[in-house]
């Protein structure tokens, strides 16, 4: 017998079937061959394939041909970044992400990784994108291994030991790794500050470093971030920079800024569509009004249909800014030096976007936001459908309050010098750390208001202890608050009478850093020692829609469980928000007349930034975005607390109270050649002894019917 002969087993037994070498030649050689040097919209012309309402069609650049620059720009060996800002239904994502995961398995095997905004998102992005990516283009099926593991949720591999990586924003996918492309997408959804090291994409420009001008890194985005500088407008030199914000557009400014024109047929010079050229009735519902939306051209005014918007994209370029400030392709030497090519397209060009809805779901929003104060639908249709960021708008009256409107509207009356009309003036003062910060307001007759001082007292009084060796610290220094007296005998000539007029009241913040509150009771019960009853007051602000605008009451002291009411003093507990919105209603107002606030073009540039410095929410009132000061808008809401406690509101003008009356009558009034009496925190010059002299000089009696 045969020594190498091995018998049939009974059980039917087989020896495996080996791996042939002519086999393994077969599956190699792909990875080996020549490959097709094709751009990105090339690669999608000719290889992609995707499903459409459960068909299964090619990719057809000439439905989106904005995106062809930008997706072939990924390949560019001069840039080292592509920034796509735009709305949604642009297909920036196919375009930008999938397509250029398509090309470079094809035509430049390397790394991918693919950032999404959070893990969920990445799952998705991998189950719903990037397999039907693949399960719809049989090339580049067949450029997957089939053995096991080549095909996981958050990583895939691809012949030529290439790996494509489905991540999320956290530093161990963003850092450690040398990596040749680095795909971000929804980027103004991603956190500024990764772990403490930096933002996604020069994080990711980092990882790409390595590999010259072989490494790209793509972001693309909707904009989601709130406008930084709301009275910010483009410069002559950048005509292209957007709006200061933080995400997908800070990236875009840091490049070339390039934007979507469309050449006019009428007039034939180039625009850019955008929501605002987009023309419609004012009258109807919004689905009405958007049904006859059109284009208009905003050089000679002719009109562009909605059936002719493919065949201005498809004639349609992108121009990029010059270092001179003009437009230039970009293949145009004269294209501002940036290692990062950016591009902003607007929602009108979108290919999926049609006007109608433009119109209706922002018109929608209107309305709802005129309804409820609650612009979250505005701000998403303004980010998602028009590609704009959201400039949040103030809630109710005044909502177009900006630095420049103030400036524009300011009038041209000299400071320190008190309207004709004045009937009284009111101090309201703001504890600051190192100082208060003093406003000085007119009021006139139905509480029309014009402030007409503004400054800080840095300095203590000459009696406080170490004077001349300190700055004023109302927190540690009781005597320090004596400073404030000398306000209330202060002079402001009245225009054209020959008299001039001491402030009515006084109004203090009572709260700060710790130790504030105690030195303001102790000022307050001295005021009401050295006899200033009724003109000096405590102010506290209360948020909350629900509180009253502005009552007098008495605070409590907790100590555990047990009340105890301190009756020798007396508090303005004031509705903040309510108030607030009144001023930014006064402000709004382009006439003069009752409740108007006028303010002097000559007052600091810092007046007008405080009275701006916050907007409405649903939540209440919250700095806007960069704003640190606001003692400006805080300040006329103590004031007019003050106006109201003081009865104003009621005040029959042609009946008025002696310190409220007209300046030849006013109890506060004296002509301007008499020397007033020196200021001391006494207060001699205003205390009243005599019943018969009560409300001439000083004494502002608690209800209006003492008077």
Not at 401 to 411: M, S, Y
Request: glycine share 8%; charged share 30%; proline share 7%.
């Amino acid at each position: 017998m045969n020594a190498f002969f091995l018998p049939p087993r009974s059980h039917g037994w087989r020896p495996p079937v080996y791996a042939r070498a002519v086999d393994c030649l077969a599956a190699a050689l792909p990875s080996i061959a020549p490959l097709e040097r094709l751009t990105v919209p090339d690669w999608a012309a000719a290889k992609r394939r995707l499903n459409d309402n459960g068909s299964i069609v090619p990719w057809r650049n000439e439905v989106v041909p904005y995106m062809v620059e930008p997706a072939a720009m990924t390949s560019s060996r001069r840039y080292r970044a592509v920034v796509f800002a735009g709305p949604a239904r642009t297909a920036k994502t196919a375009g930008l992400v999938e397509n250029k995961i398509g090309q470079i398995i094809e035509c430049e095997p390397g790394d991918i990784r693919v950032v999404h905004m959070d893990q969920q998102a990445a799952r998705d992005f991998s189950k719903k994108k990037v397999d039907a990516l693949i399960r719809h283009c049989p090339s580049l099926k067949d450029r997957q291994p089939k053995e096991r593991g080549s095909n996981n949720i958050y990583d895939k591999r691809f012949l030529g030991d290439m790996t494509l990586d489905i991540a999320w924003p956290v530093i161990s996918k963003l850092s450690g790794f040398e990596i040749p492309t680095m795909l971000l997408t929804d980027y103004d959804r991603m956190p500024d500050d990764i772990d403490g090291e930096g933002n996604a994409f020069d994080l990711s420009m980092k990882r790409t470093q390595t590999f010259g001008s072989r490494g790209m890194t793509a972001a693309e985005s909707s904009p989601g971030r709130l406008v930084l500088d709301e009275d910010w407008k483009p410069s002559a030199d950048a005509p292209h920079m957007a709006p200061p914000t933080t995400g997908i557009l800070a990236l875009y400014n840091r490049g070339t800024r390039g934007r979507f024109y469309w050449t006019c047929r009428d007039c034939h010079e180039p625009f850019e569509p955008d929501f605002h050229l987009i023309v419609y009735p004012k009258e109807g519902t919004p689905a009405e009004r958007g049904a006859q939306a059109e284009m208009m051209c905003p050089q000679c005014g002719g009109v562009i249909a909605p059936r002719h918007k493919r065949e201005f994209n498809l004639d349609g370029q992108w121009l990029h800014e010059a270092a001179d400030g003009s437009l230039a392709p970009i293949e145009d030497d004269r294209v501002r030096e940036t290692d990062i090519v950016s591009y902003w397209l607007k929602g009108a060009a979108a290919a999926f976007q049609p006007w109608v809805e433009l119109v209706t779901k922002y018109e929608a929003a209107l309305e709802e936001f005129d309804r409820t104060q609650d612009e979250t639908s505005l701000k998403t249709t303004v980010n998602v459908d028009q590609g704009h960021p959201h400039k949040p708008r103030s809630m109710g009256l005044g909502s177009d309050i900006t630095v420049q409107t103030l400036k524009d509207r300011a009038g041209r009356f000299p400071i320190g010098i008190a309207p004709a009309g004045t009937r009284f003036i009111l101090v309201s003062v703001d504890v600051q750390k190192g100082r208060f910060v003093v406003q000085f307001e007119a009021y006139g007759v139905d509480l029309e208001r014009w402030l007409i001082d503004r400054r800080e007292i840095h300095q203590p009084p000459k009696n406080a202890p170490g004077a001349d060796k300190r700055a004023i610290d109302p927190a540690r220094y009781k005597e320090d608050w004596d400073a404030l007296f000398d306000l209330l005998n202060e002079t402001f000539p009245v225009a054209g009478t020959g008299l001039a007029m001491k402030p009515a009241a006084l109004i203090v913040d009572s709260g700060g850093e710790d130790g504030v509150t105690d030195k303001a009771y102790a000022f307050y019960r001295k005021a009401l020692r050295e006899g200033y009853h009724r003109r000096v007051h405590l102010a506290k602000g209360m948020p909350g829609w629900e509180r009253d605008r502005a009552v007098e009451a008495e605070p409590r002291k907790v100590n555990g469980k047990r009340s105890k009411r301190m009756s020798d003093l007396t508090i303005v507990q004031i509705g903040t928000w309510k108030l607030k919105s009144e001023i930014i209603a006064s402000l709004s107002r382009k006439e003069p007349g009752a409740g108007a606030y006028h303010l002097a073009e000559d007052l600091p540039d810092q007046v007008f930034e405080e009275l701006c410095a916050e907007r409405k929410t649903k939540k209440g009132f919250e700095l806007k975005q960069g704003q640190k000061r606001n003692e400006a808008l805080d300040l006329a809401v103590y004031a007019l607390s003050l106006a109201i406690v003081l009865g104003a509101e009621s005040i029959d003008w042609d009946n008025a109270p002696d310190w409220a009356a007209p300046a030849e009558s006013n109890s506060f009034a004296i002509p301007l050649d008499q020397q007033p009496r020196p200021p001391a925190p006494g207060g001699a010059s205003v205390k009243q002894t005599s019943p018969s002299d009560r409300g001439r000089g000083g004494w502002i009696p608690k209800r209006q019917g003492w008077l």
